[in-house]
């Protein structure tokens, strides 16, 4: 849960970028835009991705100019577009072939839509199953693989209709460097699990959703 004080530090922290709370609002409303499957692609709500930010910059207090982060199934690219706005060098994948299209597309119109915003670095996403053993090798076109994130995002809400189960997602992880973070949202991960992976909780008091490979 966010407090008006962590709310007001993460936009200060954000003021050079341009993305006040409104403006992260109204990306979101735009970029639910496909109509029949919008609520099989439902984007991760808008509270959630305000603490994962609030939880990046200030508690981790990452420099997002320094950060590549992945969005694994990267859907509309809401996360996507939040993150290239605040200056985050942003990477999707989804396997959905007109989603891919589609989202890079719209990002770019929506974000040059809202006025004072701006994509500091365009998202890249390609189109592969992130199941898939040659998906950690694969290059993005600035010639970044999934091997060089320094974040991985994933959000399926509790009735997604995709096979999600904790061994496939963490074995797709092995690859992770180390010291990256893993930010996992609706995940009930055994953290047993998660240790035999590398990963442990940064805040053990905390969600476990919030791991760093040690
Ligand atoms: C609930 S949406 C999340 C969209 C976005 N990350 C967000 O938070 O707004 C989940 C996405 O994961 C994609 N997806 C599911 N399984 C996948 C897989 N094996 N490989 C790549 N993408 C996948 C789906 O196509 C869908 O777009």
């Given amino acids: 849960m966010m407090f008006d004080s962590d709310t007001k530090a993460l936009y200060e922290q954000l003021q050079g970028t341009g993305l006040t709370r409104q403006k992260l609002n109204d ?3 735009y970029l639910s ?6 609520s099989m692609y439902r984007p991760i709500p808008f509270e959630q991705l305000e603490y994962l930010l609030h939880y990046l910059l200030i508690e981790c207090k990452i ?5 590549k982060i992945l969005d694994l199934g990267s859907g509309h690219g809401f996360p996507l577009a939040v993150f290239s706005a605040a200056g985050f060098h942003a990477y999707g994948v989804d396997d959905d072939e007109e989603l891919v299209r ?3 597309r719209e990002i770019k119109k929506k974000v040059s839509e809202i006025d004072g915003l701006a994509l500091i670095h365009e998202p890249q996403i390609i189109c592969a199953d992130y199941y898939s053993e040659d998906f950690p090798d ?3 076109k600035d010639g970044t693989t999934p091997k060089d994130m320094d974040v991985f995002f994933c959000y399926f809400y509790e009735e997604s209709p995709w096979k ?5 997602v963490l074995a797709s ?3 992770a460097k180390t010291g990256a973070i893993f930010l996992a949202e609706h995940y009930n991960f055994s953290e047993d699990l998660l240790r035999e992976h590398g990963f442990s909780p940064i805040d053990p008091e905390r969600s476990i959703s919030y791991l760093k490979k040690c």
Avoid: C, D
């Avoid at 420099?63 to 950060?67: D, E, K, Q, R």
């Avoid at 999600?164 to 496939?168: A, T």
């Fill in 102 to 104: 589609e989202s890079a």
């Fill in 63 to 67: 420099v997002p100019g320094n950060t």
């Fill in 173 to 175: 992880l092995t690859y």
């Fill in 33 to 38: 835009y496909i109509g029949e499957n919008a």
């Fill in 138 to 140: 694969m290059s993005f």
């Fill in 164 to 168: 999600k189960h904790e061994e496939v």
């Fill in 27 to 29: 990306l979101r409303v």
